[in-house]
């Protein structure tokens, strides 16, 4: 069965603080794909990142970070230095290669107060 | 980049009458479209899967009946909402993908579905 967990429903930090929002998923297949997806109040889905499970390399990107871990099946996502621009409800998603489709988790609210 | 429209963007209808809502890969062809759900505050709930010239693929506890689902061209598909009640008020986003399923799929905007 293939499922992604978000246990964190609401985060609030202070601007400059940094953050770190949580995805563990589940699946049988050797091969498949970890997303994170930013959403805005407007609505959109924004691509943020795209994993493969044969690539474990964490990657940075700005002051945006990944955590990608086979042995505990989670890939976090941190922001450093957060900022307001940063408010948005976070997606962490699974696509395995025998299905095709993706799987999202319940998302996490993240609030960033100045 | 990929880009993905939809149209309309918010539409607000009445209790009975069918609203259709559009999704445009611009430029380039989507062999498969995705339609997802989401309420407020919550997930984006896949509803179907469609590949161009042959019947969608409902998920289980979607009414293909309801929700009829179009993919004509490799550029185009539609959701149908027939008969629309306001338990169907929802946020409808789409998504394409130039390949066999998920790897690359690209999101449209989102349309509102109110229904009064």
């Known amino acids: 069965a293939q499922k992604v967990t978000q246990a964190q429903t609401e985060i609030s930090v202070v601007e400059k603080e940094d953050v770190t929002l949580d995805c563990v998923y589940e699946?049988?297949?050797?091969?498949?794909?970890l997303f994170w997806y930013k959403q805005p109040p407007s609505g959109e889905l924004v691509f943020l990142i795209r994993r493969n499970s044969f690539d474990e390399q964490n990657e940075i990107s700005g002051r945006y970070s990944w955590n990608f871990q086979k042995s505990t099946s989670s890939f976090n996502f941190t922001i450093t230095a957060s900022q307001v621009v940063d408010s948005a409800v976070y997606f962490c998603?699974?696509?395995?290669?025998?299905?095709?489709?993706?799987?999202f988790g319940k998302g996490t609210k993240l609030s960033v107060k100045p | 980049g990929a880009v993905v429209s939809q149209h309309p963007s918010r539409v607000i209808c009445k209790s009975g009458t069918s609203v259709k809502i559009e999704c445009r890969s611009l430029d380039f062809q989507a062999t498969t479209m995705f339609w997802y759900r989401q309420f407020p505050k919550k997930s984006l709930m896949l509803m179907a899967t469609?590949?161009?010239?042959?019947?969608?693929?409902?998920e289980q506890g979607v009414e293909k009946d309801k929700f009829l689902i179009n993919h004509a061209s490799l550029t185009l598909s539609t959701l149908t909402v027939t008969s629309a009640h306001p338990e169907d008020s929802s946020f409808y986003i789409c998504s394409a993908s130039a390949g066999q399923g998920g790897i690359e799929q690209y999101f449209g905007p989102g349309t509102r579905l109110t229904v009064t």
């Open positions: 998603a699974l696509s395995e290669a025998s299905q095709g489709n993706l799987i």
């Open positions: 469609s590949n161009e010239g042959s019947k969608a693929t409902y």
């Open positions: 699946t049988r297949d050797t091969t498949y794909y």
